[in-house]
């Protein structure tokens, strides 16, 4: 759980800096704006528009943020809606039927269900989905040893529609950790970045010193006014920045050695996740009951 509140979160919407200089081969963000609803489980609707029309924002990459109470998990719905195709990133189990409405309604196609690593918590909604719909197909990280029908790794890219998620690899809360970048104007972090906290790295291969490198050397620096949507969290905040983290987290602006000091000393092994027995076997075979996994996955 995040240590302390960040004092403001300024969400860049209606100004970006110029063009960034930055390792990873994105577009600037300066022309591309993403047009955000936040939906809680009752689907009431936080809409940001800034003065944006309706006509502009329906060419944008459309993001919606859904939530699952129990676990207190954010799933994100990520749509082109030129093609109406869409993907879902770490969906729930409890919650699947209510995605897979919210994608009818909508009148988006999904193409992939997309896990940001093996969940210790909750178990991943892939394998329902894929029952009620043949044609979606999982995707989860190589290095997680996790069955799915596509294992992807660093620098490969997953395409719907127009669009396309980067995969980089963010290892140190599990070793098959991966954040997924919408063209340099959002990341999807799942637990290695929360907001104003970061993942545990006592179970499931955790590794401190990782974690810090892999979030210095491959999230932040990402562009200062990237949207960062965080895997869980547990004070009603929704989104931040790399320019808020990278500046506030009480955790990542430490040195390294400080930070693997604080990691050991607040996460000892102890305290694991309720659901971590169940969780975790259902969550390496994409979610399915023991015995039931798909024979391709």
Do not use: W
């Not at 809409?47 to 919606?64: F, H, N």
């Not at 969940?119 to 909604?125: K, R, V, Y």
């Amino acid at each position: 759980q995040p240590d302390g509140l960040p004092p403001f979160l300024s969400i860049p919407f209606q100004s970006f800096p110029p063009p960034h200089s930055f390792p990873h081969s994105f577009p600037s963000p300066t022309h591309l704006l993403p047009f955000v609803l936040s939906l809680s489980g009752d689907f009431r609707p936080q809409r940001a528009t800034m003065g944006c029309t309706e006509s502009k924002l329906s060419k944008l990459p459309q993001i919606r943020q859904l939530f699952e109470k129990q676990s207190s998990t954010y799933t994100y719905l990520v749509a082109d809606p030129a093609t109406k195709e869409c993907v879902l990133i770490d969906p729930v189990d409890v919650t699947a039927e209510r995605d897979l409405s919210y994608v009818s309604n909508a009148g988006y196609k999904l193409k992939y269900v997309i896990n940001t690593h093996v969940h210790a918590d909750h178990i991943t909604g892939s394998g329902l989905i894929k029952t009620k719909a043949p044609a979606v197909q999982s995707i989860i990280s190589e290095n997680s040893g996790a069955k799915a029908d596509i294992k992807v790794k660093h620098g490969d890219k997953i395409s719907f529609g127009k669009l396309s998620l980067l995969c980089l690899e963010t290892p140190g809360h599990t070793p098959g950790c991966i954040t997924y970048v919408l063209g340099g104007i959002a990341a999807f972090c799942g637990d290695t970045l929360l907001i104003g906290g970061c993942g545990r790295t006592d179970f499931q291969g955790g590794d401190p010193a990782q974690l810090y490198d892999s979030i210095h050397k491959n999230i932040f620096t990402l562009p200062g006014d990237c949207l960062l949507y965080p895997g869980h969290d547990y004070r009603g905040l929704t989104v931040s920045t790399v320019a808020e983290e990278s500046k506030t987290n009480p955790r990542l602006t430490k040195s390294k050695e400080d930070f693997i000091a604080l990691m050991k000393k607040k996460f000892d092994g102890s305290n694991y996740p309720k659901r971590l027995d169940e969780a975790l076997p259902a969550n390496m075979a994409c979610g399915f009951p023991s015995g039931e996994e798909k024979k391709d996955n």
